[in-house]
């Protein structure tokens, strides 16, 4: 087949630095400043956060490949086989190859924002999986892609199985979470089912661990996002002046990151001049939690009807299998 690079469906790098800096300076604009969590994914954002999965403290990885790997019959009876699989961020190197197995698809499809991440990605995957039909798609999913037209001959028609793993949606707000949801429907197609990874809720010193390692790697991770603005932004901050914080939302069951002022300080971005008081924060991330029925809510608001929850012995994690719901059902 083709190499990975030369059937990538390219979103313009420049467009993606525009979008970066007018998210970046209309986030910092705010009352409560704030930038969205995906701008932590640079190349050394996605490193970072490869070595916070090895953590002690950070469970949901480990866990999730736990379900994953455990109840992988089940899952195969569940989604059937010769669907084509659409992940929705760049393939994992663990998760990925637990669900290709179980699944025997007609073809893999990575959606991912970071073009470089997507190829690493790939590779491997090409290598053990020869015989599948690998098409990489670098695109932002929150919007519905076209996956026809990036598909072999013939493929048009699969049924497809979106594959949403390690609780991502939680970064999303509920309303930004729904519009995701109903977009990976409208990307996936009638007939499609999604599997998908959702942290649960649990007592508050577990998930603020989880979140604020002994190591400091997250502190790092949350750090590399303004060390990211000063790089391609142009920016001034003061990294040696923020801290990291990671705290439980209880009413919004959410953990939040910031990055917290230790002291009155100004910086510029892009030309522009910002202040923070000491104690102001800029809001880095939400990482909200699920029990069964917030997650089942979210789920059909979305417009997809669960129809089987696999959990860790623990229920720490938990692994939703769903069908989307035809439009009269959903409306
Ligand atoms: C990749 C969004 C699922 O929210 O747990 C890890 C990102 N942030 N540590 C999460 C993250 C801090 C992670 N997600």
Redo the contacts with the bound molecule.
């Keep these: 087949m083709a190499t990975a690079a030369s059937c990538l469906s390219e979103v313009p790098r420049d467009a993606l630095q525009a979008q970066f800096r007018a998210e970046v300076l209309q986030g910092l604009s705010q009352t409560r400043k704030a930038i969205p969590?995906r701008w932590?994914y640079d190349r050394r954002g996605s490193e970072l956060?490869e070595e916070?999965?090895r953590l002690d403290e950070?469970y949901?990885t480990r866990t999730e490949i736990g379900i994953l790997a455990d109840r992988q019959d089940e899952i195969a009876r569940a989604v059937g086989s010769g669907r084509v699989i659409v992940e929705f961020?760049a393939g994992s190197a663990t998760k990925t190859p637990l669900l290709l197995d179980a699944a025997a698809p007609s073809a893999y499809v990575p959606i991912d924002i970071s073009g470089d991440f997507l190829r690493d990605a790939c590779a491997p995957l090409e290598d053990c999986y020869p015989e599948l039909p690998i098409v990489p798609a670098e695109a932002d999913f929150m919007q519905p892609i076209a996956i026809d037209a990036l598909l072999p001959e013939g493929m048009e028609c699969e049924r497809r199985l979106g594959f949403f793993p390690?609780?991502?949606i939680?970064?999303m707000e509920p309303r930004a979470a729904i519009d995701l949801l109903r977009s990976m429907r409208e990307t996936l197609g009638p007939g499609s089912l999604l599997l998908i990874g959702m942290?649960r809720v649990k007592p508050r010193p577990v998930l603020e661990a989880?979140?604020d390692d002994a190591r400091g790697v997250?502190a790092a991770?949350?750090l590399n996002l303004a060390a990211r603005i000063n790089r391609e932004l142009d920016g001034s901050l003061p990294l040696d002046a923020l801290r990291h914080r990671?705290v439980w939302n209880d009413r919004h069951a959410r953990?939040e990151?910031h990055l917290v002022a230790q002291r009155d300080m100004g910086f510029e971005v892009c030309g522009r001049r910002f202040d923070m008081e000491e104690g102001e924060t800029i809001h880095t991330?939400?990482?909200h939690k699920y029990d069964m029925r917030s997650a089942s809510t979210l789920l059909l608001g979305g417009g997809w009807e669960p129809l089987s929850t696999w959990c860790d012995a623990d229920d720490r994690f938990m692994v939703v299998l769903a069908r989307a719901m035809s439009d009269e059902l959903s409306a």
């Design positions: 969590a932590f956060f916070i999965t950070y949901p961020g390690g609780s991502t939680g970064n942290d989880a979140y997250t991770f949350n990671a953990i990151m991330e939400n990482s």
